[in-house]
C-alpha cells in the first residue's frame, strides 16, 4: 500500500532561517508529488506540484521541492521564512496508474516561525 | 467567485443525528473528492465521483453517503453521528486526463458531534 511519511512533525524557526521539510514515499511505480499549505483557518493551498521533467520544482512564495526518485523522496524547502509561512505543510503522492486523482497524504509538519 | 465551496462552513449536532454537508465547485472539473481530516491533521480520502460516478470508496462506515446530483456538486450524507465522526471534512475538485490532477479544495466543514 502507498504511504506518505514525513519526518518532522513541528519545526520552530526563527525568520530568516531556512527551512527543510522532509517527505518520503512508499510506492514503486511512476507518482505525481505535491506540496499543499494550510494557513490558520484556512483551506489547503497547492505550493507546488512535480509530475515530470526538472526534478527541481518551484512553487510560489519562494518556495522549492527536489525530487530525488532513488531516495524516493520530495523535499520542501525555502531559503528564508517568514512569520507569514507558518502554517500547517503536508506532502501528497498520487500514483498515475489509479487514473483516479487519489491523494495519499503525510501526516504533515506544523511550522511556526517566530518573528 | 469561489473555485470550490463547502456548507455549512461549521456544523454542531448530537450523537445519533443525520446531516448534510453540501459542496459545489465553479472550475468546470470533472471529478470531486471528500477527505476527513481529524483532530491530529491527518488527511484521508473518504470519496471521489468522476462525471457523476463513484470510483473511490475507501474503507468508511456505510453510514457516510455520498451523492453527486450533477458534476460541479457533490454532497455527503451523515446518519447516525457518533462521536468520532468529530473531524473537519474538505471537499476538493480537478479535472482528470492529462497530467493535471492538481486538486482544489474547499474552505472545509469542521463537524462536532456532542
Known amino acids: 500500500a502507498q504511504s506518505v511519511s514525513q519526518h518532522n512533525h513541528h519545526v520552530i524557526l526563527s525568520e530568516a532561517a531556512s527551512l527543510e521539510l522532509g517527505c518520503n514515499y512508499s510506492y514503486g511505480g511512476t507518482v505525481n508529488l505535491f506540496w499543499y499549505v494550510q494557513y490558520p483557518g484556512q483551506h489547503l493551498q497547492l505550493l507546488l506540484k512535480y509530475f515530470s521533467g526538472d526534478p527541481l520544482v518551484k512553487g510560489i512564495k519562494g518556495f522549492e521541492a527536489e525530487f530525488i526518485k532513488s531516495k524516493f523522496s520530495f523535499n520542501l524547502r525555502k531559503p528564508s521564512v517568514q512569520w507569514s509561512d507558518t502554517a500547517e505543510y503536508f506532502c501528497?503522492?498520487?500514483?498515475?496508474?489509479?487514473?483516479?486523482?487519489?491523494?495519499?497524504f503525510g501526516q504533515g509538519t506544523t511550522l511556526q516561525v517566530k518573528p | 467567485d469561489t473555485a470550490v465551496s463547502q456548507t455549512p462552513k461549521y456544523l454542531v449536532t448530537q450523537m445519533g443525528n443525520d446531516k448534510s454537508i453540501k459542496c459545489e465547485q465553479n472550475?468546470?472539473?470533472?471529478?470531486m473528492y471528500w477527505y476527513k481530516q481529524d483532530s491530529k491533521k491527518f488527511l484521508k480520502i473518504m470519496f471521489s465521483y468522476n462525471n457523476k460516478e463513484l470510483i473511490i470508496n475507501e474503507t468508511v462506515p456505510n453510514r457516510f453517503s455520498p451523492k453527486s446530483p450533477d458534476k460541479a456538486h457533490l454532497n455527503l450524507h451523515i446518519n447516525s453521528l457518533e462521536l468520532g465522526d468529530s473531524a473537519v471534512y474538505f471537499c476538493?475538485?480537478?479535472?482528470?486526463?492529462?497530467?493535471?490532477?492538481?486538486?482544489?479544495f474547499g474552505p472545509g466543514t469542521r463537524l462536532t458531534v456532542t
Open positions: 501528497a503522492v498520487n500514483a498515475r496508474s489509479s487514473n483516479t486523482g487519489k491523494l495519499i
Open positions: 476538493a475538485s480537478s479535472q482528470t486526463g492529462g497530467l493535471l490532477l492538481e486538486q482544489y
Open positions: 472550475l468546470g472539473h470533472d471529478t
